[in-house]
């Protein structure tokens, strides 16, 4: 299949030197065309007040660009958003679920317990990272996260619609319900791994961040113990070369793949 790597947003948050990237697939697949995340959407960059808190607004200051939202670089490609028949969610973090309004004939697939999740938040930080407008109209479709082996993980294979070679790779730890989507491209397989990590260096042997992603990592984590061993599993994944891992922000991974 030809996978496509676009960047769906971009941030410049303080102290984060050459900025974040919001790193989505499009897939060619014979199902149709498929997403993996879709960044901000139409909705975010024309009244980004509306679902992006202030302080969101604040410490990630989004470029809001409407050419790099997901619909525009579809039709870029001379399709229309109805050509979008999948979109597959890392999670539903409002940087990665922003689009989903803009491809109305889509099902959506996420993990059940991130669909929950987000659907009862209840603290406000918990609402802010879910913005309940995001979810409107989208037709989701859940899955459990448990399957088959995949290089060590377990992966949700079989979706529904969609071909064998694309799979759900549940890496919890980030939000309840975060999972990695594995796509075997024409060039071997590609591991999207969300927000499971934020800058390269962390899957790298010997390890290395930088202060601001490191407090990032730990602002947003939700179970701790998961978030760390699914690094390290990440980390044993790459360095055996059976996959290409990236995750949803590095803008050096983006540059690298696209
Ligand atoms: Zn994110």
Not at 33 to 53: H, Q, R, S, W, Y
Not at 69 to 80: P, S
Not at 129 to 135: I, L, N, T, V
Not at 239 to 244: K, V
């Amino acid at each position: 299949m030809k996978v496509h790597h676009l960047n769906c947003a971009t941030f410049r948050p303080p102290l984060v030197a050459g900025g974040l990237v919001a790193h989505c697939l499009l897939i060619e697949s014979d199902r149709g065309l498929v997403l993996v995340d879709t960044g901000f959407g139409m909705n975010e960059v024309t009244d980004p007040k509306a679902t992006i808190d202030g302080l969101s607004r604040a410490l990630l200051k989004p470029a809001l660009d409407i050419t790099e939202t997901a619909i525009h670089q579809v039709e870029k490609r001379g399709y229309t958003a109805d050509d979008v028949r999948h979109v597959l969610l890392t999670h539903l973090d409002l940087d990665h679920a922003g689009g989903l309004r803009d491809f109305p004939k889509a099902t959506v697939h996420v993990l059940d317990s991130e669909l929950e999740a987000a659907t009862n938040a209840r603290s406000a930080k918990e609402r802010s990272r879910y913005p309940k407008a995001q979810r409107e109209g989208v037709n989701f479709q859940t899955h459990k996260a448990e399957g088959e082996d995949w290089f060590g993980f377990q992966a949700v294979k079989d979706i529904t619609g969609l071909p064998d070679d694309i799979l759900m790779v549940p890496l919890i730890g980030h939000t309840a319900g975060h999972t990695g989507i594995a796509v075997r491209s024409d060039n071997g397989w590609l591991l999207h791994a969300g927000d499971a990590y934020f800058y390269r260096g962390e899957i790298e042997t010997p390890p290395s961040n930088i202060f601001a992603l490191k407090l990032t990592a730990k602002q947003t984590e939700t179970i701790r113990e998961q978030r760390v061993s699914n690094v390290e599993r990440l980390r044993e994944l790459k360095s055996s070369g059976e996959a290409e891992v990236f995750c949803a922000h590095d803008p050096v991974e983006l540059a690298r793949l696209a």
